[in-house]
C-alpha cells in the first residue's frame, strides 16, 4: 500500500458545541379549554399545538371560542404572523397559575393569554401578574367594565394592577357595545402582542412603540374626555379614532403602558427582556464554547465584555438604546454615552478579586450602563406670533 498522508499531516477535528440560542419574543401562547372545541375534535390537556393560519384554527375551534377569536385578531395583524400556539388548559384540576406553570416547563412562547372569563376573578388575575414577573412573560386581559372609565372608582382591574405595580401585565379597555359588535374585539390586546414581530433585534432601527399603532380591524370607540382620563390615570391601553376639525384617523393605540410601578410602557418591558437575553445568550456561548477555556486573565476577561458590547452595539442599532448623557458615577461629571450604553468594567479588574472568587472561577462583575431611546409620543408647541 502507498505510504499515508497522515504521517505527513495528521488534522485533528475539535468540534465545537452550538450552546444557546436567542429565544423568540413574538410568540404566544392561548391558554384553550375543552369547551372551546369543535364537536368530534380531540386535543389533550397539558398538550399544546401550532397554527399557521386562522383556517387551521377552526379546525379544531368553534367559530365564538376565545382560542378562535384570538386567532383571529393575531392574524390579522400585518405582516401576518407566522404561527399561533394553543396550551389546553385541565381547568378542571389547574388554576390559571399551574397551567402557566406547564406551559413553560413544555416549550417557550412569550406572550401568555388567558380567556378573560379568568379576569373575573381578580386573585387569579394578581397570582398571574406575580407569575409572569417571575418568570419573565408577558400577559394582558380587557375590561369592559364602567368602573374603569370611573376616575373615583378604584376597585377595577387597571387600578388594582397600578397600586400592585407589575411590569409584566396589561389591562385595556373596550366597550360593551363594540364586543356585542365584534366579539374578536375583546382580544384587541392579542393584536398588539402580534405587532412586535415587527422588532428584529438583529435589524437596523427595526425598534417599535405600542403607541398610535394601526390595528387592522380593531375598531376605534369614542369616548368621553372624562372616560379617556380615567384611562390614562389607571395604566389601561385603549383604541380610539383621532379627530381633528373633521379629519378622522380612525383607529389608533393609545397609553400603551403596562401596570409597572417604574411608569413603562409595553415596549419598554419587552425591549429590557429580549436585551436580557441576548446578553445571556452571548455571555453563556462566549464562556462554555470556548473548546479549551476562556482564561481568568484580562485577556479572557475582556473577550467577555467584547461580546456585552457587541450586544449592546446591536441594541443601539436596532434603536433601543439611543445616544444620551450620563452621569460617572466614579468622577461625578456629566458625560455623553455615544452609543446609549457605558460598560465600567476593565479587563484588569481581574486583578481586583477575591482568592475565593478567582478559585470559584467567577468572573468580576461586570458593571454596564444602557441608556433605552424609548419614543416620543406627544409634545407641546410654544407659538410666539409677533
Known amino acids: ?16 458545541p452550538a450552546g444557546l440560542t436567542f429565544a423568540n419574543f413574538s410568540t404566544i401562547f392561548f391558554f384553550a379549554k375543552q369547551a372551546d372545541l369543535q364537536s368530534g375534535a380531540t386535543f389533550e390537556v397539558d398538550t399544546y399545538r401550532d397554527y399557521s393560519d386562522l383556517d387551521t384554527v377552526l379546525e379544531d375551534f368553534t367559530e365564538d371560542s376565545p382560542p378562535y377569536l384570538a386567532a383571529s385578531r393575531w392574524f390579522a395583524q400585518i405582516p401576518k404572523p407566522e404561527q399561533f400556539s394553543v396550551w389546553m388548559w385541565d381547568e378542571t384540576n389547574d388554576s390559571p397559575v399551574e397551567a402557566a406553570t406547564k406551559a413553560n416547563d413544555s416549550a417557550w412562547r412569550y406572550f401568555y393569554r388567558f380567556p378573560n372569563s379568568v379576569a373575573d376573578t381578580e386573585a387569579d388575575v394578581t397570582a398571574l401578574a406575580d407569575w409572569m414577573d417571575a418568570n419573565v412573560h408577558f400577559t394582558a386581559f380587557i375590561t369592559s367594565s364602567a368602573a374603569a372609565i370611573d376616575p373615583q372608582d378604584d376597585t377595577d382591574l387597571g387600578s388594582v394592577l397600578t397600586t400592585k405595580g407589575s411590569r409584566r401585565i396589561s389591562i385595556g379597555y373596550r366597550t360593551s357595545d363594540t364586543i356585542s359588535t365584534d366579539a374578536s374585539q375583546e382580544y384587541a390586546d392579542v393584536q398588539t402582542m402580534a405587532v412586535f414581530q415587527k422588532f428584529r433585534p438583529e435589524g437596523f432601527r427595526t425598534a417599535i412603540t405600542a403607541e398610535y399603532q394601526v390595528l387592522p380591524g380593531v375598531i376605534g370607540e369614542d369616548l368621553k374626555t372624562t372616560e379617556y382620563n380615567a384611562l390614562k390615570e389607571k395604566n389601561i391601553i385603549f383604541w380610539t379614532a383621532i379627530e381633528l376639525q373633521g379629519s378622522t384617523d380612525a383607529s389608533r393605540t393609545i397609553n400603551s403602558r403596562t401596570m409597572s410601578s417604574f411608569g413603562e410602557f409595553w415596549d419598554d418591558v419587552i425591549n429590557i427582556d429580549v436585551l436580557k437575553n441576548r446578553m445571556q445568550v452571548n455571555g453563556y456561548n462566549y464562556i462554555a464554547n470556548a473548546g479549551t477555556k476562556r482564561p481568568y486573565t484580562p485577556r479572557g476577561y475582556a473577550g467577555l465584555l467584547d461580546r456585552i458590547e457587541e450586544t449592546f452595539k446591536a441594541f443601539f442599532d436596532n434603536g433601543v438604546l439611543g445616544r444620551a448623557e450620563y452621569t460617572d458615577p466614579e468622577d461625578g461629571e456629566d458625560k455623553e454615552a455615544k452609543y446609549g450604553f457605558v460598560i465600567f ?13 478567582k478559585r470559584d472561577r467567577e468572573f468580576p462583575d461586570v458593571s454596564a450602563l444602557a441608556i433605552l431611546a424609548r419614543a416620543g409620543h406627544s409634545v407641546n408647541v410654544n407659538l410666539t406670533v409677533e
Request: charged residues 15%.
Open 1 to 16: 500500500m502507498a505510504y499515508s498522508v497522515e504521517n505527513i499531516i495528521n488534522v485533528n477535528i475539535n468540534l465545537l
Open 345 to 357: 468594567s476593565e479587563p484588569e479588574d481581574v486583578f481586583d478579586v477575591s482568592t475565593s472568587q
